[in-house]
């Protein structure tokens, strides 16, 4: 069997699919593996164009893709003090970002949806103009005054302050702190008509692919090296750490409670679409 996959070059998606991309999971599906940057990949499951058998896509977008993709229950990313930060320059009190610019990395993201949670709470009247920008020109742009903040996930929390920034509010603080659950940022998904034996097969390698990770890093290091796009060795042993947790092995109750507690709280703001019951079920 051959399978066609997308996820991104971070280094926490090659950590985990490192062992299975290689061949080195047993009776694990031959992978034809695409980078993709995940406004691509989320793109490409709401299409529903069916060029890939599995995406790793942002949880926000999973009411859009439920009826077509399963949702796998490990691969991903959750936890805990890993969230989406917004960075500005000088402002000290989110109050200051009310009627503000800020640039998002995607309005489909996991990170926007934490976002909009965080300001509905703690930004009397909203903030203002929404700017959509890719990942790597939101801290230029806040440094350069060209918005008065920005939203940033992954890297950045370890780098922004080389851009002379400072962090405003931490989303996932705010999550944890009202909620108690982990942070739900990116879902690995495959296309239900691929059968539930073959999910079920899928499930088993990612979880095989991230504890052979584990097992002996150094295996994995040069894959991950080759694609981490120049990030500091340093930076990217910090990202898998903390990117790649016990949620990434299986999402378990606290995971699966943490997705559909961000899902409807989000719908009931009217960012999302309601989820249908039992489309989070797997297989």
Sequence with gaps: MNLKIAYSPCPNDTF?????????????????????????????????DGAYDVLKVSYAVLPWILDEYALLPCGGALGRGCGPLVLAREAHDPAELAGKTVAVPSERSTAYLLFRLWAADMIPGGVGEIVV???????????????????????????????????????????????????????????????????????????????????????????????????????????????????TADLGEDGYAAVRGLLTRAAAEGLVPALAPDSLRFP
């Design 16 to 48: 985990v699919f490192d062992a299975w991309a290689h061949g080195r999971v047993p009776g694990a599906p031959h992978l034809d593996v695409t980078f993709a940057d995940i406004d691509l990949t989320n793109g490409w499951a709401e299409r529903g």
């Design 133 to 247: 920008l890719p990942f790597h020109e939101i801290m230029p742009a806040v440094r350069d005054g060209k918005v008065d903040a920005g939203l940033v996930i992954h890297e950045a929390r370890f780098t922004y302050q080389d851009y002379g920034l400072r962090a405003l509010a931490d989303m996932g603080e705010h999550w944890e702190r009202t909620t108690g659950l982990p942070i739900p940022l990116g879902a690995i998904v495959a296309r239900r008509s691929l059968g539930e034996d073959t999910l079920r097969l899928l499930a088993d390698a990612a979880r095989a692919s991230v504890r052979m990770a584990w097992d002996d890093p150094s295996v994995s290091l040069p894959y991950v090296l080759e694609n981490a796009q120049e990030m500091d060795p340093k930076v990217v042993d910090q990202h898998i750490g903390l990117y790649v947790n016990e949620f």
